[in-house]
């Protein structure tokens, strides 16, 4: 049976490769449990209806994945988005935690009818790389924020906006060596580094007196507060427009990066770098986007901790299906999420902010028609905590530098379209 749903032979693996690369991927990128609920809580979500929905989207986004498009490539609540939808849509733009469901689900729909009519490649095509290693940045920036204010090691000043916190303070001291920890482990190549730094963090904070002990295991917390809550009326209003957009653009171009790195990593593309079956791909990404906000997370996404899996053998579907699965056995550590304080993830997301980063140096500091844009997105997303807002700002600003610039060819007419979107969007607000 296995055989025949994922042609092991033919990618010559069998199922102890493909178990333990799935195990391997799942070591890699569980951390997310512990992060996506506490974030999602200060939305004002249930945190334990965010954890079960957390592990119920990744295990369905996995098992669509494995089953329909045979790919090793795990998914989950995606870093990053989780941040946007608690931090700048509930808690910056002041909507209700509905409607940024709402923002997700029609985000999922739209991602879904791109795949689907495949006119995926247009949209990703007519959007500038330079936009695109903006976007990636700004929200690097906008993490790193996040990180630093849940860790108080930045707090705010009445004067200055915000100034250094008490860093010799238990918390902000733990989130800083949380951040050495992983640093020290990953590039020693320690796949697990990220999910170590978190338990060991609370264990030292357990032991310390600072987080009561609540227990390792226990039946599930019940999802009725979240199931369903989407509201989808509320996020159809022109003020959400750069909301859904903002969704939709960051999962699109995360998916489609991670899809060719993952793909190449295992010798699934061509020499062309073709996929096959990615219209499977992309619809098993954004069906498990629409779920998730059903059950009541943020955007669904795939994760690039996959090509840990495939470094250790991983070449189909049953990768993925093995990773669903540990998932849905990590629905009954409820407990030890609740116990892990804000300040043991803050090194886990700073480290992913660093990564994000990265792309500055893709960046070509000396056309200034590329440097603005990119210093727009990256400067304006943490500073108006919101990646809506970034987004926006550096279309605009693209649009206006290539316009006085005299390179008006540069403007592509999804560019033009979607500037004057965002201007009407400020102007309406």
Request: with cysteine; glycine share 8%; net charge neutral.
């Amino acid at each position: 049976m296995l055989e025949k749903l994922f042609s092991l032979k033919a990618l010559q693996t069998n199922v102890k490769t493909e178990v333990v690369a799935g195990l391997t991927t799942f070591i890699t990128m569980v951390y997310i449990v512990f992060v996506n609920p506490a974030m999602l809580a200060e939305a004002g979500i249930d945190h334990g209806a965010a954890f079960v929905a957390t592990c119920l989207a990744a295990a369905i986004g996995c098992f669509i994945m494995g089953f329909f498009a045979n790919y090793p490539l795990a998914l989950a609540p995606g870093m990053g988005l989780n941040a946007f939808f608690t931090y700048g849509v509930v808690l910056g733009m002041g909507h209700s935690w509905q409607t940024a469901l709402g923002a997700v689900f029609l985000s999922g729909c739209l991602f879904l009818l791109l795949s689907i009519f495949k006119i995926r490649e247009w949209v990703i095509q007519a959007i500038p790389v330079v936009l695109k290693r903006a976007i990636a940045t700004g929200i690097g920036a906008f993490l790193a924020l996040i990180a630093l204010k849940n860790a108080e090691i930045i707090v705010s000043s009445p004067a200055t906006f915000v100034q250094l916190g008490d860093i010799t303070s238990p918390g902000p001291l733990l989130a800083i060596f949380s951040l050495f920890v992983i640093t020290a482990l990953m590039y020693r190549e320690w796949k697990s580094g990220v999910l170590i730094s978190i338990l060991l963090v609370t264990v030292v904070a357990w032991a310390a007196g600072l987080v009561e002990y609540q227990g390792i295991v226990s039946a599930p917390p019940s999802i009725a507060p979240t199931l369903g809550q989407l509201d989808i009326a509320g996020a159809l209003e022109i003020t959400m427009l750069s909301v859904v957009f903002a969704f939709l653009f960051v999962d699109l171009f995360d998916t489609s990066g991670t899809l060719v790195a993952v793909t190449q990593k295992a010798g699934i593309a061509d020499e062309k770098g073709n996929m096959p079956r990615l219209g499977r791909a992309l619809s098993a990404d954004s069906t498990a986007t629409v779920a998730g906000s059903f059950l009541g997370t943020s955007t669904t996404t795939s994760y690039i901790e996959s090509v840990s899996g495939v470094s250790v053998g991983g070449r189909t579907g049953l990768t993925a299906v093995v990773v669903g699965f540990c998932f849905l056995l990590m629905m009954f550590f409820a407990p030890l999420a609740k116990m892990v304080p804000a300040y043991a993830t803050a090194g886990a997301i700073l480290y992913v902010a660093v990564l994000m980063l990265q792309n500055l140096k893709l960046v070509n500091w000396d056309d200034m028609t590329d440097a603005i844009p990119v210093s727009v997105v990256l400067l304006m997303t943490p500073l108006t905590f919101s990646i809506a807002h970034g987004i926006a700002l550096g279309f605009i600003a693209y649009t206006a530098v290539k316009l006085a610039c005299n390179k008006k060819d540069d403007i592509s007419i999804s560019v033009w379209v979607l500037t004057v979107l965002f201007i009407v969007k400020f102007a309406l607000s």
